[in-house]
């Protein structure tokens, strides 16, 4: 079992930055990438940044390229994704997986976060 926690949503204007981070706890070292989607109200699940905890490049959707940056800090069991120049179309809850693959398709993460939520007003 893998539990994860994100955390540093709230509200922010459009141009600014956030930091969300993720900790991750139990049997953390099962799952090698570590990954973030959100999802907008009415909308579907959205791939937006994946990580190796063993290392190798990050992975972005291109709507995020650019502005947003996934790190991880292995010590500390925790991955960050810091999102710069935001934009009102960033508005969503952002959530946190685990699983063994780097894709881009939520079913192949198998651990989840509770999720945080981002609203950036225009």
């Known amino acids: 079992q893998v539990q994860l926690v994100e955390s540093g949503g709230g509200l922010v204007q459009a141009g600014g930055s956030l930091r969300l981070s993720c900790a991750a706890s139990g049997r953390t070292f099962s799952r090698d990438v570590m990954a973030w989607f959100r999802q907008a109200p009415g909308k579907e699940r959205d791939f937006v940044a994946a990580?190796?905890?063993?290392?190798?490049?990050?992975d972005y959707a291109d709507s995020v390229k650019d502005r947003f940056t996934i790190s991880r800090d292995n010590a500390k069991n925790t991955v960050y994704l810091q999102m710069n120049s935001l934009k009102p179309e960033d508005t969503a809850v952002y959530y946190c997986a685990a699983g063994y693959s780097m894709v881009k398709r939520g079913s192949w993460y198998d651990y989840w976060g509770q999720g945080t939520q981002v609203t950036v007003s225009s």
């Open positions: 990580i190796r905890w063993s290392g190798g490049s990050p």
